[in-house]
């Protein structure tokens, strides 16, 4: 599955939207395919940075809870939980809530189907 990231805002996406439901009503096959959109280029750099991208590419390999997440990359565990909240606010990320025997609960950083190509 294709991923492609834009920074056109709502104009482009609306534009893009037109055209695949166009092929759709003429019954035209369509691939397959996730578009992040974002507003601007800015906002594109204030999700995607570096230390994000290298987060997303160790998620995508196995599923981690945060803090082993954190120990993997060799950083903050708060700079990490930051990290994800942001990612899973853009739908590259998730996390999901297992049972820990015998110390509660912990969350899981996994990826969605954006997350599992290359970003």
């Known amino acids: 599955m294709n991923v492609t990231v ?5 104009e482009g996406y609306k534009k893009r939207a037109r055209a695949r439901a166009a092929k759709l009503a003429r019954r035209e096959q369509v691939r397959p395919e ?3 959109t974002f507003d601007n ?8 940075t570096a230390e ?3 987060l997303c590419e160790t998620a995508r390999r196995q599923a981690f ?13 708060k700079s990490v939980r930051r990290d994800v909240l942001k990612l899973e606010a853009a739908g590259v990320l998730r996390t999901q809530e297992q049972v820990n025997p015998g110390h ?3 969350r899981i950083v996994v990826p969605t189907e954006i ?5």
């Open 6 to 10: 834009r920074s056109d805002g709502f």
């Open 41 to 48: 280029p800015l906002a594109m750099l204030e999700v995607l």
């Open 65 to 77: 809870s945060i803090t082993a997440l954190a120990a993997e990359l060799k950083r903050d565990p």
């Open 115 to 119: 997350g599992r190509a290359h970003v």
């Open 34 to 36: 996730v578009t992040i």
């Open 104 to 106: 509660g609960r912990v």
């Open 52 to 54: 994000r991208i290298r």
